[in-house]
């Protein structure tokens, strides 16, 4: 069993930048087995893959959010990261983190965290 702790979410202007941080516990394997990604869902909306990252740092990332987000991790600290740069209204979700034996399916979820940026 894996637990992950979304942080860093927050309130934002449209332009602006937000880290969010993914700690993770509790796994029998080490950390940079994992695969993990970032999702994300608006209200009204259903959750959509925004980015992942493979345990060997291979990225992806939806189209919306090319050039603007980036995902990265630090298997010494169990943790991965989505900077997220030129942030739109339309980004505005609860942000969630997942982890998985590769980065097509993902087996653990976080509580997610709230990220609201403004126009």
């Known amino acids: 069993q894996v637990q992950l702790v979304e942080s860093g979410g927050g309130l934002v202007q449209a332009g602006g930048s937000l880290r969010l941080s993914c700690a993770a516990s509790g796994s029998g394997r080490t950390f940079n087995m994992y695969g993990m990604g970032w999702f994300r869902q608006a209200p009204g909306k259903e959750r959509e893959f925004v980015a992942a990252?493979?345990?060997?740092?291979?990225?992806y990332y939806a189209d919306s959010v090319k050039g603007r987000f980036t995902t990265s991790r630090d298997n010494a600290k169990n943790t991965v990261y989505l900077q997220m740069n030129s942030l739109k209204p339309e980004d505005t979700a609860v942000y969630y983190c997942a982890a998985g034996a590769g980065v097509s399916q993902f087996d653990y979820w976080g509580q997610g965290t709230q990220v609201t940026v403004s126009s």
């Open positions: 990252i493979a345990g060997r740092s291979s990225t």
